[in-house]
């Protein structure tokens, strides 16, 4: 297959664009930045939201006989919330990128897989949390309700244009090729460069419960509804993703000062506007139409993590670059 990565140069496009490969699928990838954490994936560095998809001869350029991509993978946007509290128009940008790339899937007639966030769900409720319980009225954040308007987008290109889809509702996805904290600051990340140093670490409430996704369940997920899109086997359907193993904050901070052997010093501080407080996924739908098993519980995935990061960091040492 022929795919189109948006977004190829971050966390989850990295991961995918590697996985893809590997399986013997051909890839191109899209970002506004360069990859930094591999030189393995062709991309045309363009941004989506102020120059569009790219032409037949930028694709023909990095790839010159990838021709018109099978699919679409939509992952690029600017993804962390609380940045996008601060700053909004980063949220309103996401839903420019969104409307060019459908665009280039309605003129090409090619299928669409699109990162959606579990933010959609405004003030999710325990035990868990199911598709159907998407709630409007209550959207915390501008990135929820970007997110929320691209999903909206992309139903209504599937009705008045035939588009085919699949939306993955992700849930903190983490794992390798993420963790560069000065580009974007993710919770277990800045939790283990901290410890590891003997930081303070500060948990802005630590008794909210997250449903951590590891990213090789967030990749298999992804790999599961790509062939089953291209199949006509799932069409049109909005999927939660997670690893099914939630955790707090709390218990989060324990469990990575625990691998690495410290005591940790805390500094505890209230929720930040614009995030949600609990969220547990539902993967009803996930298991049954898409045969999706989460692999990797929460304590494997950070230990996995840890490991990652101290062989990633004790490389980047050895070429000199830390
Ligand atoms: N990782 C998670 O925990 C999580 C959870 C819920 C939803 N998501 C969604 O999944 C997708 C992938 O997430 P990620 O963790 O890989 O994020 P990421 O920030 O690591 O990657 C996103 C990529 O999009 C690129 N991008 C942003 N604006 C762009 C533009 N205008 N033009 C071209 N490229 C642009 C960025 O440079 C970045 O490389 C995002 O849409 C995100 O909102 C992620």
Redesign the pocket.
């Known amino acids: 297959m022929k795919i189109l990565v948006?977004?190829?140069?971050?966390?989850?496009?990295?991961?995918l664009c590697l996985a893809l490969q590997q399986r013997g699928d051909r890839v191109v990838g899209?970002?506004?930045?360069p990859?930094t954490w591999t030189d393995d994936i062709p991309a045309i560095?363009?941004?989506?939201?102020?120059?569009g998809m790219p032409s037949p001869a930028a694709l023909a350029a990095v790839a010159p006989d990838f021709g018109r991509p099978d699919l679409v993978v939509?992952?690029?946007?600017?993804?962390?919330v609380h940045e996008l509290v601060i700053d909004p128009r980063?949220a309103h940008?996401?839903a420019?990128?969104t409307f060019n790339v459908l665009e280039f899937c309605r003129a090409h007639q090619i299928p669409i897989i699109?990162?959606?966030?579990?933010?959609v769900y405004g003030r999710p409720q325990p035990p868990t949390v199911s598709e159907d319980t998407t709630d409007v009225f209550h959207i915390l954040s501008p990135?929820a309700a970007y997110?929320m308007a691209d999903e909206m987008l992309i139903y209504s290109y599937a009705h008045c244009y035939g588009l085919k889809y699949l939306v993955?509702?992700?849930?903190?996805?983490?794992g390798r090729?993420?963790g560069?904290l000065e580009?974007?600051t993710?919770v277990i990340h800045i939790f283990i460069d901290r410890l590891s140093r003997g930081e303070p670490i500060t948990i802005f409430d630590r008794h909210k419960v997250i449903d951590f996704?590891y990213i090789d369940d967030?990749i298999a997920a992804i790999l599961l509804g790509i062939d089953k899109l291209m199949a006509g086997d799932v069409v049109n359907q909005t999927i939660n993703l997670s690893s099914g193993s939630p955790a707090s904050l709390g218990h989060l901070a324990m469990t990575i000062a625990g691998y690495l052997g410290v005591e940790p010093e805390i500094i505890d501080k209230p929720i930040q506007p614009g995030e949600i407080s609990f969220y547990i996924a539902d993967l009803t739908k996930a298991r049954t139409l898409l045969g999706f098993e989460p692999q990797v519980p929460f304590e494997e995935g950070i230990k996995r993590t840890i490991n990652w990061v101290q062989r990633w960091n004790e490389l980047q040492y050895q070429r000199g670059q830390k």
């Not at 948006?6 to 991961?15: A, I, L, P």
């Not at 899209?30 to 930045?33: A, G, I, T």
């Not at 560095?45 to 120059?51: I, K, R």
């Not at 993955?168 to 983490?174: A, G, K, T």
């Open positions: 948006t977004g190829s140069s971050g966390q989850v496009g990295t991961n899209v970002d506004k930045r990859n560095q363009q941004n989506l939201a102020s120059d939509h992952l690029a946007a600017n993804a962390k980063r940008e996401n420019t990128i699109f990162s959606s966030s579990r933010e990135y997110k993955f509702r992700l849930s903190n996805v983490y090729f993420d560069d580009r974007m993710r996704t967030c």
